[in-house]
């Protein structure tokens, strides 16, 4: 009798981990030119199974902290092309809600970028660090292309950093779409940075406790944002 408790326990444990683990959040959905697309239409599907779909990327050597894991490739993933200053939109399919900075980095592929697995250099265009006391918690972010940068084909990221759980591996939370930049400049953005590589382990805006630190003098991991 206790065998088999043991074993109904265990086995409703089982049946409950895929709803704990889904307890996270992804970028899915891309708007722009006033357009909101379909999820999945302009950003790279992760290829995580459907429960683990919104999980996080913990390893900070891993190539999966570029787009996710599975997302050095495109997947039928389209191209959507955008006029260089022009505002975009990343929608996750809840709110952000573990507590931590916002990122977007952008990448110039070589050719395509739809064959681009990202591993040439990437430069951040913006962050969303904290207020106060409080962090940029929001179901959508907006901004724009940097009116600057050259003409080409890009991987546009965005990442949620989770810094919720002190003592633990902080979570990225990670989406690339593709972009297509017309109408651009000719400037060559910097500082950039390799990914993986960009964060480091001893990073202060990586190991801080949030609980216990005046988050005034917060530094956002990786190279400072690049401007036109």
Request: include cysteine; charge should be neutral.
């Amino acid at each position: 009798m206790r065998l088999q408790s043991l074993a109904l326990a265990a086995t409703s444990l089982t049946a409950l981990l895929p709803d704990v683990a889904s307890a996270h959040y992804i970028f899915q959905q891309f708007s722009a030119n006033g357009v909101t697309y379909p999820p999945w239409k302009y950003i790279r599907r992760n290829t995580n199974p459907a429960w683990l779909q919104n999980g996080p990327v913990t390893d900070l050597s891993s190539t999966d902290l570029r787009c996710n894991v599975g997302g050095q490739v495109s997947n039928g993933t389209e191209t959507i092309t955008l006029a260089a200053g022009s505002e975009f939109t990343f929608t996750l399919d809840t709110a952000v809600y573990h507590a931590g900075p916002i990122s977007l980095y952008m990448s110039k592929a070589p050719n395509k970028v739809e064959d681009y697995d990202g591993s040439g250099p990437w430069f951040k265009i913006h962050d969303w660090g904290p207020s106060g006391n409080s962090w940029p918690l929001r179901i959508s972010y907006t901004y724009n292309i940097p009116k600057c940068i050259p003409n080409g084909e890009y991987l546009l990221r965005i990442q949620s950093l989770g810094l919720h759980n002190p003592g633990a591996a902080p979570q990225f939370y990670i989406s690339c779409a593709q972009v297509k930049v017309i109408n651009g400049g000719n400037a060559n953005p910097s500082p950039t940075a390799y990914i993986p590589g960009a964060f480091k382990a001893t990073d202060p805006g990586y190991t801080v406790n949030i609980y216990n630190t005046n988050l005034a003098n917060y530094v956002v991991p990786g190279p400072r944002p690049f401007t036109c």
